[in-house]
């Protein structure tokens, strides 16, 4: 373990900057078939008694091919942990008690879009003047999302449960508090939600399967999870547990179980996964902000395909406490929100260090970006990064869409690209798969009413041998090192690329992959294409979105899509950043914002939930004035 200080960052952990080999890009992975329907449920049920099949599909889908480089491996040392941490400033760091009130400031033109989602500020803003209350809201949004209704709220699907009593009391706790004017921060009484894998008290954690995984703490001691303990003790209010992929073995968020949310801008669509029932929520309007987590993209993915923002925090920055992180050498914790202001607000309280936690208690507490557009002659400058025959694995379409908007970012904000190269990226994508399928296989050895798909997944894991999982941390540490070379070279560069290389994940047959899921690994793989380095060498990394493309089977499939386009899939151009530096992509994150804040539409099942609280007051008024009338004229 080494402490690296260059200027005034100083890291602990800090990997030995070593360049990589120069080995030109290539990708030469086998094809899988998809499985679907009956066929998948046999398969399962196949690969769980023979043990020479399971054996076959591993080495059919490539895991064994890390042996080929294994004469570049062998001078490097196994890494198991990504951990990097920040630890400047450390006279900066806040009592975890402490709830941040400042606000970060929001990109001016971003805010002035036309298309415009509702933020943490805009429901501050109107719970401050008296135009809202949060109770209001909570009433607006209740009906939406329950399940324990007839008929299910419309948007139930995207949630497993919500606890009605819970919502209301802390609705009514935060109208009170702004009726007093003594709001807690600036996510006092904002609706939010979180993802089935945090631990909540009066909730059970499902994993998004039908087993209760419900972490069970010591006496006296709350189960909830440290990020939603900071939002609560921020005033925001939580609307219960949102729907996920199964375990979050996939990319999808299809889930048999409990019903797959479609995605919100065209119902033939997936949201992404595994954080997908958070992506909906915010992309449909219900919540500006939601928690999600990410061990392969399953923030930045279905935000992406959303058109929400997503940030994927350092690795060990977010505590996962007093709960356990199953996949503690990829997964972090971290927020998906409306825009790049809310998601920063967001960040900024879940991410103040927890004294209880190893690694988390010893980063420096975020510091409020200057969240703002530089006009003409204001410019901040940056390098960014681009690995260019990685980034032509997207669809031309994608492309263009992502490189306009870096153009923009050169032009308005004096940006430079710069080429780089990163070595052995296919294999790293094998290396980061087999090592969240040990993960799964050690953290699920029972798979009784697991899906067909996770079944086979698990089986995965299961014959994993040792060697081959080492050979994997070789290559962490391999691409960590080169990694921390390409810094020292171009420090504050943000490595850019597509979050995905394809628009969205068409559902083929939704009568039969929604009822008995998918097993595609093709599919699954593109899709993680991009994301899973941050994962494996545990960068922080952003999303934003980048624009639309026509959807499949309609005139134009695949191209560009103007505004008027129906079914239109998003697309989203993604930032990876040094260790630590989460301020400086959220920096770049409102800048790329605002180059495409044109860009930004609202999906055809958007809620307005403000104009409909309005008439939920209004309603109430109309109640009390009647009410008071009749009282009136009973006296006379």
């Keep these: 373990m080494s402490t690296v200080q260059e200027g005034r960052l100083q ?19 086998k094809r899988s078939p998809a499985m679907r329907g009956l066929q998948l449920l046999f398969a399962a049920v196949i690969v769980e008694w023979f043990g020479f099949i399971r054996t076959w599909l591993w080495h059919n889908a490539g895991f064994g091919d ?44 971003a805010q002035t879009a036309t298309c415009k989602y509702y933020s943490v500020a805009d429901y501050q803003a109107l719970y401050a003047s008296g135009e809202l209350t949060p109770t209001a809201v909570a009433q607006t949004i209740l009906p939406l999302i329950r399940r324990d209704i007839n008929p299910c709220g419309e948007h139930s699907v995207a949630w497993l449960e919500s606890r009605v009593d819970l919502i209301l009391a802390a609705a009514d706790a935060s109208t009170l508090r702004y009726k007093e004017n003594r709001p ?16 909540v008290a009066g909730y059970k ?14 006496v006296e001691i709350s ?34 179980n409990y019903g797959t949310p479609l995605n919100p801008f065209n119902h033939r669509y997936y949201t992404g996964g595994s954080s997908g029932g958070a992506a909906y929520a915010v992309s449909a309007g219900l919540i500006p902000v939601a928690l999600g987590s990410d061990g392969g993209g399953s923030i930045r993915i279905p935000a992406s395909f959303c058109s929400v923002y997503g940030l994927k925090p ?8 007093p ?9 972090v914790n971290g927020p998906l929100a409306a825009n790049i202001a809310s998601l920063s607000a967001v960040y900024g309280i879940i991410g103040v260090p927890n004294p209880a936690c190893p690694s988390s208690s010893l980063f420096a507490s975020p510091q409020p970006p200057r969240l703002a557009f530089s006009p003409s002659g204001e410019q901040t400058g940056g390098i960014i990064g681009i690995p260019q025959a990685w980034f032509s694995r997207a669809t031309p379409s994608i492309q263009r869409l992502c490189h306009s908007i870096l153009d923009r970012l050169v032009a308005l904000n004096d940006y430079t690209i710069i080429p780089i190269t990163i070595p052995f990226l296919p294999e790293g994508q094998t290396a980061h798969a087999m090592t969240m399928l040990c993960h799964a296989a050690t953290a699920i050895p029972d798979t009784r009413n697991l899906t067909a798909a996770n079944k086979i997944l698990i089986s995965l894991g299961m014959v994993t041998p040792s060697t081959d999982f080492l050979l994997a941390q070789k290559l962490r540490q391999l691409l960590m090192q080169h990694l921390a070379d390409l810094w020292r070279e171009h420090p504050g560069m943000i490595i850019v690329t597509p979050t995905t290389p394809c628009a969205g994940w068409h559902i083929v047959d939704p009568k039969v992959d929604l009822k008995y899921g998918i097993s595609d690994g093709d599919q699954t793989l593109k899709t993680m294409e991009y994301v899973w380095l941050a994962n494996f060498a545990g960068l922080p ?11 499949v089977g309609e005139q134009g499939e695949g191209d560009e899509a103007d505004d008027d386009v129906d079914g239109k899939i998003p697309v989203g151009l993604m930032g990876m950043g040094e260790w630590g530096s989460e301020e400086h992509l959220l920096q770049w994150g409102a800048e790329a914002e605002a180059a495409g804040a044109e860009r930004r539409s609202r999906p055809p099942i958007w809620v307005d939930v403000v104009a409909r609280a309005r008439e939920e007051m209004q309603r109430i008024k109309d109640e009390e004035d009647s009410e008071q009338g009749s009282a009136l004229r009973k006296r006379k």
């Excluded at 402490?98 to 033109?109: E, F, G």
């Excluded at 990394?541 to 959807?551: E, H, L, N, Q, R």
Aim: charged share 25%; with cysteine.
């Design 323 to 331: 709960g356990v992180n199953h996949f503690d050498t990829c997964s």
């Design 223 to 256: 189960i909830t999870s440290w990020s939603v303990t900071r939002l609560e003790e921020a005033g925001a209010i939580n609307f219960g547990k949102l729907s996920m992929h199964e375990f979050g073995l996939d990319t999808s968020n299809n889930n048999p």
């Design 184 to 199: 807690l921060s600036i996510l006092d009484g904002v609706p939010t939600a979180v993802k089935d894998e945090y631990d």
């Design 11 to 29: 890291f602990f952990n800090y990997p030995e900057a070593r360049p990589g080999p120069d080995i030109p890009y290539r990708n030469e992975r």
């Design 66 to 109: 890390l042996r080929r480089i294994r004469q570049y491996l062998d001078t490097y040392e196994p890494r198991f942990d990504p951990t990097v941490i920040s630890i400047t400033n450390q006279a900066m760091k806040a009592d975890s008690r402490v709830i941040i009130n400042s606000s970060p400031r929001a990109s001016t033109r």
């Design 205 to 218: 954690t499902c994993l998004g399967s039908r087993n209760d995984y419900t972490h069970e703490a010591a």
């Design 314 to 321: 350092s690795h060990g920055r977010i505590s996962y406490k």
């Design 541 to 551: 990394s952003i999303t934003i979105p980048a624009g639309f493309v026509s959807p």
